[in-house]
């Protein structure tokens, strides 16, 4: 079975600076990966997937991501981050089981964007 | 218009009590999910249905019962609830159970006392 691993609980960064969140799966033939966000007392909003194709991806608000098969990552990067990027992160990868996709999703990175 | 809609969006209840958790989606898609996020925000799969069939069924107490009666609604009953049942309950669709893009509802906060 597919694994997560999102191995930075909570990331501290002051506002305008960079900022990457990390990501490790277990390896698999083939894998999808997703990022999703989650601001406070709501819902998880897709931020970007990779199915195929270009390793590097993006997605909404300045976010991208890079698949690396070889190092099994998928780590989440914006050059530039707003106090509004305050939020939980979840690496997400998705799971044949029993003819249906299921998400496996990492712990999660609390990032926190200081002024 | 909301594509993934729960209710309700909070619930306190007593121990041993029993409560369900209504969930619709607008957007004609096949499949639909519950997950459990726990305190510490870990995020599980507990069923899938696809097309009120039931598909996936995690290692969950019975206690917890899910019905679909149509493919546009998946609820979910818990019977006798303990104080661990205390979590957020979110509901996400998928356009088929094929497909890899889920979209989530907005949580239901349950907290059992």
């Known amino acids: 079975a597919q694994s997560v691993t999102q191995l930075d609980s909570q990331v501290p960064v002051f506002e305008e600076a960079p900022v990457e969140l990390r990501c490790n799966y277990s390896?698999?033939?083939?894998?999808?990966l997703f990022w999703y966000v989650q601001y406070p007392n709501q819902g998880l909003q897709l931020l970007l997937k990779?199915?195929?194709?270009?390793?590097l991806v993006k997605g909404i608000n300045g976010f991208e991501a890079e698949f690396n098969k070889s190092q099994t990552s998928f780590h989440l990067r914006k050059p530039s981050v707003h106090i509004s990027d305050t939020a939980e992160y979840f690496c997400?990868?998705?799971?044949?089981?029993?003819?249906?996709?299921?998400?496996?999703f990492g712990t999660g990175t609390r990032l926190k964007v200081l002024a | 218009d909301t594509a993934v809609s729960q209710t309700p969006k909070y619930l306190v209840t007593q121990m041993g009590n029993d409560k369900s958790i209504k969930c619709e989606q607008n957007?004609?898609?096949?499949?639909m999910y519950w997950y459990k996020q726990d305190s510490k925000k870990f995020l599980k799969i507990m069923f899938s249905?696809?097309?009120?069939?039931?598909?996936i069924n995690e290692t969950v107490p019975n206690r917890f019962s899910p019905k679909s009666p149509d493919k546009a609604h998946l609820n979910l009953h818990i019977n006798s609830l303990e104080l661990g049942d205390s979590a957020v309950y979110f509901c996400?669709?998928?356009?088929?159970?094929?497909?890899?893009?889920?979209?989530f509802g907005q949580g239901t906060r349950l907290t059992v006392v």
């Open positions: 249905y696809n097309n009120k069939e039931l598909i």
């Open positions: 390896s698999s033939v083939s894998v999808y």
């Open positions: 957007l004609g898609h096949d499949t």
């Open positions: 990779y199915l195929s194709g270009s390793t």
């Open positions: 996400a669709s998928s356009l088929d159970r094929m497909n890899t893009e889920a979209f």
């Open positions: 997400a990868v998705s799971d044949l089981d029993s003819g249906t996709y299921k998400y496996i």
